[in-house]
């Protein structure tokens, strides 16, 4: 069982920045971070796996939000620029092993994030 923690949410203006954090209890290959906004679905955001920091993630964050993880301390980051009203959500960080693909079993309480125009 591993024990997810984020923090770093709040609520920012267009254009600004945040960075969130999630402290793992332990190691997992796949580690992620999601959102879902109210009446809409959770997306998947940003995620990496592997010890080679392979990446993915969604168009509409190209180019503005980079995810991160410091392996030896069993954290992960989303480091949000150019925030828009749209990014308005709360952001789940999400981790487990890789099996026919990421498999998230673990997931944390979440962090409010909130961009105002």
């Known amino acids: 069982q591993v024990q997810l923690l984020e923090s770093g949410g709040g609520s920012v203006q267009a254009g600004?920045?945040?960075?969130?954090s999630c402290a793992a209890s332990g190691y997992t290959f796949c580690m992620g971070w999601f959102r879902q906004a109210p009446g809409k679905e959770r997306e998947k955001v940003a995620?990496?796996?592997?010890?080679?920091?392979?990446?993915?993630?969604?168009?509409s964050v190209?180019?503005?939000?980079?995810?991160?993880?410091?392996i030896a301390i069993n954290t992960?980051?989303?480091?949000?620029?150019?925030?828009?009203?749209?990014?308005?959500a709360m952001y789940y960080c999400a981790a487990g092993p890789l099996t026919t693909?990421?498999?998230?079993?673990?997931?944390?309480?979440?962090?409010q994030v909130t961009v105002t125009s």
């Open 16 to 20: 600004g920045s945040l960075r969130l």
């Open 47 to 59: 995620s990496t796996w592997s010890t080679l920091g392979d990446t993915h993630y969604a168009d």
């Open 101 to 111: 693909g990421c498999d998230y079993q673990y997931w944390g309480q979440g962090t």
């Open 62 to 70: 190209k180019g503005r939000f980079t995810i991160s993880r410091d």
């Open 76 to 88: 992960l980051y989303l480091q949000m620029n150019s925030l828009k009203p749209e990014d308005t």
